[in-house]
Structures are given as C-alpha cells and as structure tokens.
C-alpha cells in the first residue's frame, strides 16, 4: 500500500536531480540510506514473523501485540 507513493516521490526526486535542483532539502545521503536500510530490514524481519504466526494458526500472539501497541500509542498521545 506504501509503495506506490514512495516510488512517485523518488521518481520526482529523479527528475528534479536531472534539472540540477535540491533533490534531499539539505539532508546528507548517508542517514537516508541507513533509515532505508533500516526500515527495509525491519519490514522483512516483520513479515516473516507474521507469516510464520498465520501459518501456525496462533493469532494470539498477534492479538496480544495490536492491544498492546494501541495502548501504548493511546497513552503516548495523552502524554502529548
């Protein structure tokens, strides 16, 4: 669902490279190739998590973790 945006915005960051314009907004290449890294190893580690607990039937588990995680994000933005 993520990825069409993020590929059209990477494609407008292409073109604007080519015409010689600020592609990055002043942010140096290694941090975003460390958070892509990143975000792309975690994204994997995620999946095969969740396909093994759907392939073991055990959404339990995965029950546990949503209300946790809606809890902590309810609490976090109060806090806010």
């Given at each position: 669902m993520?990825i069409?945006?993020i590929?059209g915005e990477?494609?407008?960051?292409?073109?604007?490279?080519l015409?010689g314009?600020a592609?990055?907004?002043?942010?140096?290449?290694?941090?975003?190739?460390?958070?892509?890294?990143a975000a792309f190893?975690?994204?994997c580690?995620?999946c095969?998590?969740?396909i093994?607990?759907?392939?073991r039937?055990?959404l339990?588990?995965?029950?546990i973790?949503?209300?946790v995680?809606?809890l902590?994000?309810?609490?976090?933005s109060?806090l806010?």
């Amino acid at each position: 669902m993520v990825i069409p945006p993020i590929l059209g915005e990477s494609l407008l960051d292409v073109i604007k490279g080519l015409k010689g314009e600020a592609v990055f907004g002043g942010i140096d290449t290694l941090p975003l190739v460390v958070g892509f890294v990143a975000a792309f190893v975690a994204g994997c580690v995620a999946c095969k998590w969740m396909i093994n607990i759907v392939k073991r039937g055990k959404l339990i588990y995965f029950g546990i973790y949503c209300a946790v995680a809606g809890l902590v994000t309810i609490i976090v933005s109060q806090l806010n």
